[in-house]
């Protein structure tokens, strides 16, 4: 059913086959509800909500949120096509914002602004997504078991002297899929399959998120796994005696996996330069307040990152493009699938 994107944006979406995710309207908006606003589809449900404030504080330009998950969100705007009432799409993994901009939901924007804050390995070619907040995926190990001497790269955890030891996130996480296909990327196929099975071959426990591993590595139940660094930070944040070390893999090769939160400009946005604006914004000026609150690395090197960050250390990242991860993971998928990791 079309609708006008003049109405408000629950009227206009209450007019649609309604998912879960609408109950309730589940629109959020930032302060007062007079002026200009941009309408936001995002997955991103880490709080970022202080750095949408003040945007609106500094522009005068609110920011109405619809939350749900990436598909659906992604399978909304396709619905909804010309018509939608979005803006900006806002989500986690460079994966979901290239699948966003192959199925046409996504315009190119051109901004000098956002190409000076945002290193070209972390946005779109073709200008249709930007990253804003950076996550790498670490190796994290039991200090009581492990010394950081002992690692080196992913591949390498499927040495045998890890048998036992290995906890490893499922492979339907985006995560997971990510970091497999960016072994694709630089080891071709046959070189990741080598890797994946060297890592079954080590009867890896399979945990369903992050915390758990962590939680796993502290106890002792694993001496080593891999997650993602800001899970790691939010676990020391609550509980400063928590026994896992941070190690940044593949630092004299490829350098470590990363990945990003970012957004793009809806093809179908009706307000463009505000929907710019925004991203722009979220690169610069709201930087620290949109990476700091989820302990992520600031996309802008001329940003600091929060101290729990820089006590982690430097480290050299993989500059792969993170567009590229969306084009190996068919391949990513069906490794994993053929090495019986579930
Ligand atoms: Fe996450």
Redesign the pocket.
């Known amino acids: 059913m079309p609708v006008s994107a003049s109405r408000p944006l629950c009227a206009a979406l209450a007019g649609l086959a309604v998912l879960p995710v609408l109950a309730g309207c589940g629109i959020t908006a930032s302060s007062g509800d007079e002026g200009p606003a941009i309408q936001v589809y995002s997955a991103r449900t880490?709080g970022a909500e202080k750095a949408y404030e003040r945007f609106t504080q500094e522009t005068g330009v609110r920011v109405e949120f619809l939350n749900g998950s990436d598909a659906e969100l992604r399978e909304r705007l396709e619905a909804e096509g010309a018509d939608s009432p979005a803006d900006v799409y806002l989500t986690?993994d460079a994966a979901n914002l290239s699948l966003a901009a192959e199925q046409d939901l996504l315009q190119p924007v051109r901004s000098t602004e956002l190409e000076q804050a945002v290193p070209a390995s972390l946005r779109d070619p073709q200008d249709r997504w930007y990253g804003l907040a950076e996550?790498a995926r670490v190796i994290i190990y039991d200090e009581d078991q492990v010394t950081p001497d002992q690692l080196s790269t992913y591949a390498a955890l499927s040495d045998p002297a890890w048998k036992g030891g290995l906890c490893m996130r499922t492979s339907t996480s985006p995560?997971t899929q990510s970091l497999v296909a960016s072994l694709v990327a630089h080891g071709g196929e046959a070189g990741a399959r080598e890797v994946i099975d060297g890592w079954m071959a080590n009867d890896p426990q399979i945990l369903a998120n992050?915390t758990e591993i962590i939680r796993t590595v502290d106890a002792g139940g694993c001496t080593v796994g891999i997650t993602?660094h800001?899970?790691v930070a939010r676990e020391e944040a609550k509980d400063p005696d928590l026994g896992v070390g941070v190690f940044f893999p593949d630092q004299a090769g490829n350098g470590t996996h990363v990945n990003i939160s970012g957004a793009g400009v809806t093809r179908s946005a009706d307000d463009v330069p505000r929907a710019t604006q925004f991203l722009e914004w979220l690169a610069t000026t709201g930087q620290s307040q949109f990476v700091d609150g989820n302990f992520e690395y600031p996309v802008n090197r001329s940003v600091e990152p929060v101290e729990a960050l820089v006590e982690m250390g430097e480290f050299r990242r993989d500059e792969l493009n993170v567009g590229e991860l969306r084009r190996h993971n068919a391949t990513a998928v069906q490794i994993l699938t053929d090495a019986g990791y579930r």
Request: a neutral charge; zero cysteines; aromatic letters at 50%.
């Open positions: 880490y986690v996550r995560y992050d993602n800001y899970y």
